[in-house]
């Protein structure tokens, strides 16, 4: 802590996201108070937030609300206010229908407009002003994801006694996509304000070296960046950190007595089919949703599944709701199941429940234990953490994943059925010898995933990216998982 009068403040850890990591709760007596969100990062960082003197900065999720800082679950929380136009240029403008886009393989076409970019550097700014005002000398500032690539530069200007570092969830593009960008240099320069730069992926962090050395003039030597600054050279190192899962809460919920009789009376409510399949997404086009209905109705379509003998679940959780592709895939989704249900549904049985909600860790957890597939069919994902939590979920060590080789997952959960989810054929044989896996097979391919995720818990994640930052650029940037 510092001194009073100092120009400094008193916060030695600070983690900067675009969201705070706490909702709002509805009070019964009309008030409302905060919860912390369902999301691993919160959980791997409170630990860490409670042992240091810890600040959290971002923004309360909705336009207009101007917040003082408050305490909460033994952490400091900053909140940064949005306007209308900064939730629509920045937030559902650049970040979400340029960056997201451009980032995962142009799936949607990218948008490029400048107004967006202005209030990208405005709020970016504004974050980076904020974190300046509240860390104590010498502080550590994790900046995360691609809302805020500009915060590590911005911050660094304003103060170089920092060290910061930065970690993004999704996936770094290859060059020839990067380069479309109109602000591509800009960006670059923005993250290698950071001591080191955390990816999911080797092949991302490799993407982002690969766009270092084609738009700017800095030298790399291996993994590390060199900057050349008044006082002498600095460097910025990059390297793979795969995320995980908190798997000490997962483990916990798919032992208690109530979640297990809620998976029983899912699978029950759907007139205990022989194979409940399922499928958990944020309801976006990344996700590959639409190339797994397809492959199902077909399956239907051949009769090799019947609705008497299969339920499929998709729990596709709403997101970015006013972003234009999202609606457009909504309708598209929506279409196609109701296409399917219309076709192949009797009185008794639906081919898909298809529901348009979120709901708490304990649902999902039941959901996870009640299903005998689980469909993680990405077209790209920076990691996908559904496939993690289906296995830590899976205690009785059955249960098949057929997950997309496009997912960050895949790296890890190598015996998983594999697919590429473009391969719609290939994607109905997966399906189907998930459907028909022998339970000495099952149990075998579950066995080694679940070493694999037990193992690596968000909390080595968060751990090994921190030490790293700690150990300065002599260390090695890698977060490999054990
Ligand atoms: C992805 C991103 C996160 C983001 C989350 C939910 O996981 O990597 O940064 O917070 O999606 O999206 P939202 O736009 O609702 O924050």
Known sequence: AEPEGSDY?????????????????????????????????????????????????????????????????????????????????????????????????????????????????????????????????????????????????????????????????????????????PWRRQVIEGLLGADLLGFQRPSDSSNFLRCVRRFTGHPIKSQHVNIKTESGTRICRAGAFPISIDVAQINELANRPDVIERARQIREELGNPKTVLLGVDRLDYTKGIGHRIKAYGELLEDGQVTVEDAALIQVASPSRERVESYRLLREEIEASVGRINGTYDTLSNTAIRYLHHSYPKEEMVALYLAADVMLVTALRDGMNLVAKEYVASRTGVNGALVLSEFAGAADHLKQALLVNPHDIDGLKDAVMRAINISPGEATRRMRTMRRQVLQNDVEHWSQSFLRALQAGPGAEAEGEDR
């Open 9 to 181: 403040g008193q916060y030695d850890f600070i983690v900067v996201s675009n969201r705070l990591p706490v909702d709002r709760v509805q009070e019964d007596d009309g008030g409302t108070s905060w919860r912390r969100s369902p999301g691993g990062l919160v959980t791997a960082l409170a630990p860490v937030m409670a042992k240091t003197d810890g600040a959290w900065i971002g923004w309360p999720g909705s336009a207009n609300e101007v917040l003082d800082p408050f305490d909460h679950d033994d952490m400091r929380l900053v909140p940064i206010p949005m306007s209308d136009d900064d939730v629509e240029l920045y937030y559902e403008g650049f970040s979400n229908a340029t960056l997201w886009p451009l980032y995962h393989d142009v799936i949607a076409p990218p948008e490029f407009h400048r107004a967006w970019w202005e209030c990208y550097k405005r709020v970016n700014q504004r974050f980076a002003d904020a974190t300046a005002k509240v860390a104590a000398d010498g502080a550590t500032v994790w900046v995360q994801d691609y809302q805020l690539q500009l915060v590590p530069k911005l911050l660094r200007e304003l103060r170089p006694d920092l060290k910061i570092g930065f970690f993004n969830h999704i996936p770094f593009p290859p060059l020839e996509i990067f380069a479309q960008l």
